[in-house]
């Protein structure tokens, strides 16, 4: 047997169409950070002004989880479905907004930022990215070969076993 | 290309050991990114989640994996839910005692019905079992726990996580076993 690993990839228009919504929001709400991922925390886009992509990665998971954890918190008090979750800190406020049909979006602010207004750009934003995502496209960008015998061998070498 | 790897088992199975040793060798081989991120209750278990991120090349093409733990205390079910989701492949941590056979193979009924939630068969999802706690003198025989953990006749591997046996082949085996059920090409020889 052999694999085909194929990479795939959002095309190009629609990246830089969900990029643009992302700094369009980045830049009207002062954020601090924007980050675009899917519910199981796989980052998608970011904006951010003092953040590594290792530290984001981490950052989408933390809000997936977040807002996972709320859901299932709606769910057993049977209270409507979750769409929104917001908290406050001492210096920041962080809000995380579900996107049709299986994304998130999380937004951190300073305080001085009102959050009845991030919450309007946000509303804005995610409509817009619903559109984006409903006429998503992936394409494959790489594909490679590889014989499942070899597969195990190939790994083992790379990690050093 | 992203994946997400979880770990799961019975409390105390060895999970977050797993998870901690891996990140130690794969750190230290330059194959894992950033830091490792733990969230404990004050008596060091799991509460919500460990991760970091391990990046492969296989031909070219690049890998980010992320790998997590799920809480194994039975009252942080709803916590294990949301770990779960999106989650490309498994490894089930079997502790070995025999007083731990029941405690497995609950977890093992209560992770099937989560992914079922999720529309998933647990039983036709990429999976690794790992007997830990072999060093320990009432460790079951792997036979007994290959008929009793293992119904997907899938790889297996035994391990000291503790000591970092194990540890390595582990993980080796659900990148492999993902790969092959998400690109696996029956046709072609």
Redesign the interface.
């Known amino acids: ?8 990839e959002l095309d190009q228009d629609t990246k830089a169409k969900l990029d643009e919504v992302l700094k369009n929001l980045f830049s009207k709400t002062s954020a601090e950070l924007v980050i675009l991922a ?5 980052i998608i886009s970011l904006k951010g002004k003092r953040i ?1 992509e ?2 984001a ?2 950052i989408a ?1 933390l809000i ?2 977040m807002f ?2 709320a ?3 709606s769910k ?1 008090l049977s209270v409507e479905e979750l769409d929104i979750l917001q908290f406050e800190g001492k210096k920041v406020d962080v809000v995380i907004k579900a996107i049709k049909p299986r994304f998130l979006i999380g937004i951190m602010v300073d305080k001085g930022v009102a959050l009845g207004s991030v919450r309007l750009f946000l509303r804005d934003a995610s409509q817009e990215l619903e559109e984006i995502f409903s006429s998503v496209k992936l394409v494959p960008v ?1 594909t ?1 070969k ?1 014989d ?1 015998k070899s ?2 061998e ?3 070498k ?4 | ?2 994946l ?1 790897v979880v770990y799961f088992g019975s409390s105390l199975a060895g999970k977050s050991t797993n998870v901690k040793k891996l990140y130690e ?2 750190k230290e ?1 330059g ?1 894992a ?3 490792f ?1 733990s969230m404990e209750t004050d008596e060091q278990r799991t509460l ?2 460990e ?1 970091f ?1 391990s990046s ?7 890998m ?1 994996v ?1 790998i ?1 733990t799920t809480p194994g205390q039975f009252r942080l079910h ?2 294990r ?3 779960v ?3 490309d492949g498994l490894v089930f941590v079997v502790d070995s005692s025999v007083e731990r056979k029941e405690v497995n193979f609950l977890v093992m009924r209560e992770t099937a019905a989560v992914l079922k939630e999720q529309g998933h068969d647990l039983l036709h999802f990429p999976v690794v079992v790992q007997y830990n706690k072999r060093d320990l003198p009432s460790a079951m025989p792997i036979d007994d726990m290959q008929m009793m953990f293992n119904p997907w006749d899938t790889d297996y591997v035994e391990s000291v996580a503790i000591e970092g046996k194990g540890v ?2 582990t ?3 659900i ?2 076993n993902i ?2 059920a998400k ?4 046709s ?2």
Not at chain 1, 1 to 7: G, K, Q, T
């Open positions: 047997m052999e694999l085909d690993l194929v990479e795939y899917d519910d199981a925390g796989r590594d290792d530290r990665e981490f998971s997936s989880g996972g954890a859901a299932e918190m057993m790489k490679v590889v499942v597969l195990e190939k790994l083992s790379l990690v050093g076993l | 290309m992203k997400k060798i794969l081989r194959l990114k950033g830091e991120v919500f989640v991760m991120v492969l090349n296989i031909e070219g093409v690049e980010d992320k997590m709803p916590l839910k949301v770990i989701k999106g989650v390595l082949e993980f080796v085996k990148i492999k790969l092959v690109h696996g090409k029956s072609a020889l």
